[in-house]
């Protein structure tokens, strides 16, 4: 599962907590997190399962039980192959490390599996090359959306 995906699995678990008029606390998320790492059910699956929960649970769910609805319906219906998946080269470090940095900024919010621990090393003037290199990949890829505009060098975009 990608982060994409993991995202998408955590706001229909936030939107589930928010059913049940519990707050989704960080600790909740360490622990479903580690739920789905620890498992090798899709996104989609996850998301069915959770849905389907809200019909039968009486609080917010734990992992087990959401765990309980994938097992019962794994042994239901036949599962289907999964797609064949593209290999895509390997991000250079330095890419990775800027864009791990500078989208949590950007979007306000934190990706999902993604250690805190690169935030507190991070000077200003590492975090300012990791901006130089946010804005210079998006403008080799022709995705000025990919840097909010307030975030935007002068020296890459020429705006």
């Not at 498992?39 to 996850?46: A, K, L, M, P, V």
């Not at 765990?67 to 219906?77: C, H």
């Not at 390997?90 to 805190?116: M, V």
Request: contains cysteine.
């Amino acid at each position: 599962m990608d982060t994409v995906e993991a995202g998408d699995v955590y706001h229909a678990i936030k939107y589930c907590f928010s059913f049940y008029r519990k707050p989704f606390e960080p600790v909740d998320k360490q622990v479903w997190g580690s739920a789905m790492k620890d498992h090798s059910y899709t996104s989609e699956q996850w998301k069915e399962a959770i849905k389907l929960y809200m019909y039968e649970g009486k609080f917010a769910p734990k992992p087990n039980e959401v765990l309980d609805i994938l097992k019962r319906q794994k042994s239901d219906a036949p599962r289907k192959p999964a797609p064949e998946t593209k290999q895509l080269p390997d991000c250079p470090e330095h890419i990775r490390l800027a864009w791990t940095y500078w989208i949590p900024i950007f979007h306000g919010q934190d990706l999902p599996f993604a250690s805190k621990s690169l935030e507190t090393k991070v000077s200003a003037e590492l975090a300012e090359e990791y901006l130089m290199t946010c804005n210079k990949e998006a403008w080799k890829a022709n995705l000025a959306d990919a840097v909010p505009e307030k975030f935007r060098l002068k020296e890459v975009w020429g705006e």
